[in-house]
């Protein structure tokens, strides 16, 4: 397991060294994350990888840099509805293109957290939130297995195709709602399996780092958040990255005050 961590953390590592501005002699928009074009690290980006996800306004007003880094299967910054002073945290924020975008949607009053493992992508992360002037913002290294925050810290906890990625999703979840306040919610997007599929079969439809052969399938991911405490459990796939692969938006709910104490 600890092979297969050092393996994505190398991956991604090459994908920020590749969009840096120091990394390369120039940026092509059309290349993958790893610079070349393959396509995004994260599977294909014709697959539905990237940031051709978020819309044109979107893009255009972040670092071009951040916007690069993007190696998702979604825009979980669309879909968690964030309000006016909540406080969000971004779980694998790599280049930080939805702390940058959380920050601005929760306002000055709010707070974004940005929490990734990988040096070279915290370091690119910091660059573009300078650029952005974004100030709303901290970015913290680590596992997302071990979240270095206190319990009830959060009112949102947002992912973008980074949760399949974990050898231990179970962990994950528990961590997830460890860190959300009472009442609060997790807004994410992942690569999710159909339930028919074995593991095996997910292994033939793409590798480990290129975020299929690890992923969950929609039973899975729906009895290990309810597992972990969740309620109001949503997944709800959005479009199709490998044969019976879909990126899709999870949903769920930390119970309330009341609902823990009865």
Request: aromatic share 4%; net charge negative; hydrophobic share 35%.
């Amino acid at each position: 397991m600890a092979d297969l961590r050092e393996e994505v953390r190398n991956k991604y590592a090459a994908a920020a060294k590749a969009v840096a501005p120091d990394g390369q002699e120039a940026i092509d928009p059309n290349a993958g994350c790893c610079g070349d074009s393959s396509g995004s690290c994260c599977g294909d980006a014709d697959a539905g990888f990237g940031n051709a996800l978020y819309d044109q306004g979107e893009r255009e007003s972040l670092p071009e840099e951040a916007v690069l880094a993007s190696l998702g299967c979604g825009n979980p910054t669309a879909v968690a509805e964030l309000r006016e002073g909540e406080t969000v945290l971004d779980l694998g924020s790599g280049g930080g293109i939805d702390v940058l975008l959380s920050a601005r949607r929760v306002g000055p009053s709010g707070k974004a957290y940005g929490l990734d493992m990988t040096d070279e992508m915290l370091s690119l992360a910091l660059e573009n939130k300078r650029k952005a002037g974004v100030d709303n913002i901290e970015f913290l290294k680590g596992y997302i297995e071990a979240v270095p925050l206190p319990t009830k810290t959060v009112d949102v906890v947002i992912s973008n195709c980074v949760i399949n990625l974990s050898t231990d999703k179970q962990v994950v979840f528990e961590e997830m709602y460890r860190v959300l306040r009472p009442g609060g919610r997790i807004g994410i997007t992942d690569v999710v399996a159909s339930s028919d599929l074995s593991a095996d079969q997910r292994a033939q439809r793409g590798s480990y780092v290129g975020c299929i052969a690890g992923a969950l399938s929609f039973d899975e991911y729906e009895r290990g958040l309810e597992q972990a405490g969740f309620t109001g459990v949503e997944i709800t796939p959005t479009h199709k990255v490998a044969e019976g692969m879909f990126s899709a938006v999870v949903k769920a709910v930390r119970t309330s005050m009341e609902e823990e104490a009865s």
